[in-house]
T-cell receptor, first 113, second 116 residues
Framework: AQSVSQHNHHVILSEAASLELGCNYSYGGTVNLFWYVQYPGQHLQLLLKYFSGDPLVKGIKGFEAEFIKSKFSFNLRKPSVQWSDTAEYFCAVLSSNTGKLIFGQGTTLQVKP | EAGVAQSPRYKIIEKRQSVAFWCNPISGHATLYWYQQILGQGPKLLIQFQNNGVVDDSQLPKDRFSAERLKGVDSTLKIQPAKLEDSAVYLC??????????????FGAGSRLTVL
């Protein structure tokens, strides 16, 4: 069965600090991996995705993530966060067989100005 | 293109009452999903449709929740009777066909339910 685990529930950073949010998944088949972001009061938006090719993927707003197959991980990174990055971040894994998208429990990021 | 439309945006009911949520996916999207997002948790898949057929409803509490997508376009999710623990945001999403990396789910703004 698919499952996703996000390591940190709540992260507090100062502006310009570097960010890394951990995500591990469990699934035996071909996976597609996503990071979604939910800004306060807004709906879920796609940040970036991986489905094949270069394991280092770049998304919007300077975010990137690296797929490490041997570690079943898909960690999200940003070299320098801004106050506007304050949001909730969700890692998700999609089964290419069933089309089922499963989310992790989310990480709340708070960036202090 | 227009996004995924959901209504109502907010609903407050008392326990044991019923409620219905409506979703209109992006035009042409064959797959439609309903998720439940409880405060502080990630979205949990309740049911997945492909056209008007159910692909997965293993997480749907069928004693009180029901969903339909009669013409393979818009969908309704009903809760009857509601319990306190049903307080959550109900998210609808759609994708063009069976979701793959090339076909990404697009989410609606959600319907926030408060059960008193």
């Amino acid at each position: 069965a698919q499952s996703v685990s996000q390591h940190n529930h709540h992260v507090i950073l100062s502006e310009a600090a570097s960010l890394e949010l951990g995500c591990n998944y469990s699934y035996g088949g071909t996976v597609n991996l996503f990071w979604y972001v939910q800004y306060p009061g807004q709906h879920l938006q796609l940040l970036l995705k991986y489905f094949s090719g270069d394991p280092l993927v770049k998304g919007i707003k300077g975010f990137e993530a690296e797929f490490i197959k041997s570690k079943f991980s898909f960690n999200l990174r940003k070299p320098s966060v801004q106050w506007s990055d304050t949001a909730e971040y969700f890692c998700a894994v999609l089964s290419s067989n069933t089309g089922k998208l499963i989310f992790g429990q989310g990480t709340t990021l708070q960036v202090k100005p | 293109e227009a996004g995924v439309a959901q209504s109502p945006r907010y609903k407050i009911i008392e326990k044991r009452q019923s409620v219905a949520f409506w979703c209109n996916p992006i035009s042409g999207h064959a797959t439609l999903y309903w998720y439940q997002q409880i405060l502080g948790q990630g979205p949990k898949l309740l049911i997945q449709f492909q056209n008007n057929g159910v692909v997965d409803d293993s997480q749907l509490p069928k004693d009180r929740f029901s969903a339909e997508r009669l013409k393979g376009v818009d969908s309704t999710l009903k809760i009857q009777p509601a319990k306190l623990e049903d307080s959550a945001v109900y998210l609808c999403a759609s994708s063009p066909l069976r979701a793959s990396g090339a076909n990404v789910l697009t989410f609606g703004a959600g319907s926030r339910l408060t059960v008193l």
